[in-house]
């Protein structure tokens, strides 16, 4: 097993001091950590949830089917997304919320993942 790029592991400790929502997606689709405010959303901590793919975060946030493909592709771009959502985490009474995506990108090695904000 190799080591994860250098920027996800910065990518992990900046989003965990945050009280915004935040994933960081690795480049493989998966879902390399969510920070406290995400967990609380999600109603599961990161280490229950584990390494999971991106579609199946998007299943715990309720997201609507027809956001899924565009927040997918948000989560895998090569350049920043905005979107807007309508989620329903645990059940809750749906609501509107946005989503901030970004890729991070290593030096001669192109795409190493994304960090992605939920606004609500």
Do not use: H, K
């Given at each position: ?17 945050l ?10 689709g ?7 405010a ?9 280490p ?35 979107l ?15 989503l901030t ?11 190493v ?8």
């Open positions: 097993m190799t080591a994860p790029p250098v920027a996800l592991l910065l990518a992990r400790l900046l989003t965990s001091y009280a915004t929502p935040a994933f960081v997606v690795a480049a493989d998966a879902v390399a950590f969510c920070n406290e995400a967990e609380e959303l999600l109603g599961t901590t990161f229950e949830l584990g390494r999971v793919p991106a579609a199946e975060l998007l299943g715990l946030l309720g997201t609507e089917a027809s956001e899924e493909t565009a927040l997918a592709a948000a989560l895998g771009a090569d350049r920043p997304r905005q807007a959502l309508s989620i329903a985490p645990r059940g809750r009474p749906r609501q509107e919320a946005a995506a970004f890729p991070m990108l290593a030096p001669g090695r192109g795409p993942g994304t960090v992605a904000f939920l606004w609500l």
